[in-house]
């Protein structure tokens, strides 16, 4: 069965969140663990917690994705901002040990200038620093639609990243199909080979989580801007074919459309009618 969610409000806390995902037919979703433009984090609430973990061992409910918050720069020329990276991760990391086997995934980060190969070894020694033998959460780097100076537009960047960990049994990778469809990767009619490139760069193992975004851009746009499901640029076909990979399809799958929570309810249900169900290949008009 599919294993598919959307992002979710954690406003009103993990049972929510959880019944919230019941509703629309979800068996996971994801959240921020903060304000995803701020640094300051609700105190954790553990009735709610414990209540939430019953309600998803009921309802089917599990690998649970947490998005650290977009301010954080990991591989900024600052050295305190790297060091804010950092301390909000950790807190994110224990903060998930109540969420035991879940991810954890963040955007690697732009090097602002310095360069590619600065930027990757800033970002790998604050996950040297924060990262534990003891922690019970996968890490994930998000790939990336090469704005700007962004860290993860290509395969080999991550790998180069992931080189440099320690702890690299608490490494992994989330693919978003928007975001590697904008850094020029074609997986609306090249999908293998997509894939293939991505196990000799990085490695299938490592891919964990897959952000299901459609791409308001053409190939190779840089641009980074979503679309619902079917109505972009990547187009339904590709959807279909992404979810069914043999390579894909037992991975957990999680929606970050422009969409209200009846929007992702739809979207889920259309990709569920889709399982099993592979198409033809697709042009952006």
Not at 90 to 96: I, N, P, T
Request: charged share 25%; with cysteine; proline share 4%.
């Amino acid at each position: 069965m599919l294993t598919i969610g959307c992002h979710l409000s954690s406003s009103k806390g993990y049972l929510a969140m959880g019944r919230d995902a019941v509703k629309i037919n979800a068996n996971t979703f994801q959240f921020f663990t903060r304000s995803p433009r701020g640094t300051k984090a609700k105190a954790l609430n553990h009735k709610d917690i414990a209540s939430f973990l019953d309600y998803a061992a009921d309802h089917g409910i599990k690998k649970v994705l947490a998005h650290a918050p977009y301010v954080l720069n990991p591989a900024s020329a600052d050295e305190h901002l790297r060091s804010l990276a950092g301390d909000i991760m950790a807190d994110d990391l224990s903060r998930m040990e109540y969420l035991a086997g879940s991810c954890y995934n963040f955007h690697p980060g732009s090097h602002v200038g310095q360069g590619a190969e600065t930027g990757i070894s800033h970002i790998s020694q604050m996950l040297n620093r924060i990262l534990k033998p003891e922690l019970h959460t996968t890490v994930l780097l998000e790939t990336m639609a090469g704005k700007g100076s962004e860290i993860g537009r290509e395969f080999e960047e991550l790998r180069e990243i992931l080189d440099r960990i320690s702890l690299s049994d608490h490494m992994g990778v989330c693919l978003d199909t928007c975001h590697v469809w904008d850094a020029g990767y074609d997986i609306a009619n090249h999908l293998d080979e997509v894939l293939n490139r991505f196990d000799a760069a990085v490695g299938l193992n490592r891919l964990k989580a897959v952000h299901l975004n459609d791409s308001r851009n053409p190939l190779g746009s840089r641009k980074d801007r979503h679309a619902r499901i079917g109505e972009g640029c990547i187009g339904l076909d590709a959807m279909v074919r992404i979810i069914n990979h043999p390579a894909l399809k037992d991975l957990p799958f999680y929606l970050e459309t422009p969409n209200e929570l009846d929007g992702y309810g739809k979207e889920i249900e259309l990709l569920r009618r889709h399982e099993e169900n592979a198409a033809g290949s697709h042009v952006c008009p």
